[in-house]
């Protein structure tokens, strides 16, 4: 098995059932678990242990109710180990003393409760026909009278568990870059998801699933490898050699009369459903869970749910239309981005005149009739010297010849009458030589 799995698997440690503890406790003081419920509320016991819900993820997380109103969930939920041994209504009766829940070391080298395994050991599974007749026996038969139909949807609300005994080699595949195989000799009581519809079926066989089952009660193992609820395992009739080995040996199918129920898992039920002088809700509960009425809405809800699939599928294509088109106009607007960029690069090569200086625009235009080619060039010489400073330093000449030289038509003598003319006419007024006749103001 994976290593990670079992590092998250090894959280639990610090956590146990909450009915664990409220069978411990009725054992040792010789009450009934209802009587434990209420000595531990007499006690203030949600002042002082926090009932957790372990999720998908092996992360704990606090259980929205409190410990009265658990139910059937006593089995899904847990007490933190630190809390519990720090709560002297229940340490007093010595549950939990070293002795009673001895720890042994695995070939891993990590620590399990051996006498979890031993409590698997002496719990009794009833087959299916086992389990009608204990459920018929000890509920009111006035009430309701369960039959293999009650028993599945029982199953299905997970309030009872089906599985099947196997006793042989167990196998994984280790998911490595080689995939390879690792298989053990395994005692246990296995379970899969669709094993829950089996039981109202009336086929001679049961199909065991291709992703491999799941461990519902271990019984016996060699190593450390394997624990409770460990899935993805596969069954065979002989030890594989190697994986072409496997799809031959590999065990496909069970008798359905091999299906059985933890008659512990039963026994919680059945007092989950007593009615209680003191609480109603029980009685109320047990029968609104056996009414007729209620199973049959099982089926409605399921042809609901289908046609919920059916909506959600077709909510699914208009998405993935949509998808196609949002992609079309992504690609539409990346290319009017580019040809954004294509325009906003033409428009910074132009003069950075004021857009709606219509004269100053008239006069760079060379397509005008009266257009002067030596007057756009003083305008343009003007302001990438003195207004967008795009030149080096220097006397005007210089740096009026050099921009001449690289933005004109004109030969490249300082003597040249253009040269000199575009020279001469941006100079600015500080830079008037003597000779250099000035504006008489009027």
Not at 105 to 133: M, P
Not at 150 to 169: E, N, V
Not at 249 to 278: C, G, V, W
Request: proline content about 3%; charged content about 30%.
């Amino acid at each position: 098995m994976s290593i990670l799995i079992d590092e998250l698997e090894a959280r639990k440690n610090d956590y146990i059932l909450v009915a664990d503890v409220i069978e411990a406790m009725a054992n040792a003081t010789n009450s009934k678990p209802n009587d434990v419920v209420k000595y531990l509320n007499a006690h203030d016991v949600d002042e002082h242990l926090t009932v957790f819900y372990m999720g998908e993820n092996y992360n704990f997380y606090q259980y929205n109710g409190f410990l009265v109103n658990v139910g059937n969930d006593a089995n899904t939920t847990y007490f933190r180990m630190s809390d519990i041994v720090a709560f002297e209504p229940i340490t007093k009766h010595g549950i939990f003393d070293d002795k009673q829940t001895p720890l042994v070391n695995d070939v891993y080298g990590r620590t399990y409760d051996i006498s979890q395994y031993k409590k698997n050991r002496e719990d009794d599974y009833l087959t299916s026909s086992e389990a009608l007749d204990f459920l018929n026996h000890n509920t009111d038969i006035n009430i309701s009278s369960y039959d293999y139909k009650k028993l599945r949807d029982l199953a299905r609300k997970k309030l009872i568990t089906p599985c099947f005994y196997f006793s042989g080699y167990v196998g994984s595949f280790t998911g490595g870059h080689d995939n390879s195989l690792h298989t053990e000799i395994i005692t246990s009581y296995f379970t899969y998801r669709l094993l829950t519809e089996e039981v109202y079926n009336s086929d001679d066989y049961m199909k065991l699933p291709n992703d491999g089952v799941k461990i519902y009660r271990l019984l016996e193992k060699q190593t450390g490898e394997y624990v409770d609820y460990d899935d993805g395992l596969f069954l065979f009739f002989e030890k594989p050699s190697n994986l072409d080995d496997a799809e031959k040996l590999k065990l496909t199918h069970m008798e359905a009369d091999e299906i059985r129920f933890s008659k512990r898992e039963l026994e919680s039920y059945i007092t989950s459903i007593q009615p209680d002088n003191d609480n109603d809700d029980y009685f109320i509960e047990h029968v609104k869970l056996v009414n007729d009425d209620k199973l049959k809405q099982l089926d409605s809800l399921k042809t609901e749910n289908d046609k919920l699939n059916a909506r959600l599928n077709k909510a699914s294509d208009i998405y993935r239309q949509n998808q196609s088109e949002i992609k079309e106009l992504k690609a539409q607007l990346k290319k009017v981005n580019a040809d954004n960029a294509v325009l906003n690069e033409q428009l910074s090569n132009k003069i950075d005149a004021p857009a709606d200086d219509l004269t100053l625009q008239t006069i760079l235009d060379e397509s005008h009739n009266e257009h002067a080619p030596d007057l756009k060039h003083a305008i343009n010489l003007r302001i990438d010297l003195y207004i967008n400073k795009g030149v080096g330093g220097g006397s005007h000449s210089a740096m009026a010849n050099n921009w001449i030289y690289g933005n004109t038509g004109y030969e490249s003598s300082t003597e040249s009458s253009p040269v000199k003319r575009l020279r001469e006419i941006t100079t600015p007024l500080k830079d008037f030589g003597g000779q250099r006749p000035k504006e008489v103001k009027k």
